[in-house]
């Protein structure tokens, strides 16, 4: 109920959750706000919770839902600046913009430039390797 905007839309939520938590999140009412959180406690008994806490517990650690969808998205970031065969082999496909992604983040790593490149590379990875799960 406390938890910002932004941490939630990183939550990997089913929808019927989500609705439920907007629902009582809308709520401003003290009294009616203790019974929307009863009632929200309601909606979630059907859902493993012990993985929504190792969610959250994730995305306020690193940012992201899952640690290993995080890690994977870091390894691949890496070996594509390090090894141009590496674009052929991503599960994302070699589509654009991944090959102008890929050559901006090596030039900012050899000209020593803050890494603005380097993130937008890591950012399309990621949301490459959410959708192909």
Do not use: C, Y
């Not at 009616?32 to 994730?58: C, S």
């Not at 065969?85 to 496909?93: K, L, S």
């Not at 102008?100 to 983040?105: K, P």
């Not at 050899?110 to 993130?119: F, I, L, M, V, Y």
């Amino acid at each position: 109920m406390l938890m910002k905007d932004a941490t939630l839309a990183k939550l990997e939520l089913e929808e019927d959750i989500r609705d439920a938590i907007d629902r009582a999140r809308a709520v401003t009412s003290p009294v009616a706000r203790r019974r929307a959180e009863r009632t929200l406690a309601g909606d979630l008994r059907g859902f493993d919770l012990v993985d929504l806490a190792t969610q959250v517990a994730n995305v306020e650690a690193t940012g992201v839902a899952d640690s290993q969808l995080f890690h994977l998205a870091e390894q691949w970031r890496t070996r594509l600046i390090e090894d141009d065969a590496a674009a052929t082999e991503f599960p994302g496909g070699n589509a654009e913009p991944l090959p102008r992604l890929i050559t901006d983040a090596r030039r900012e790593r050899d000209t020593g430039r803050p890494p603005g490149a380097k993130r937008a590379l890591f950012r399309h990875v990621l949301a490459a390797l959410r959708q192909g799960r």
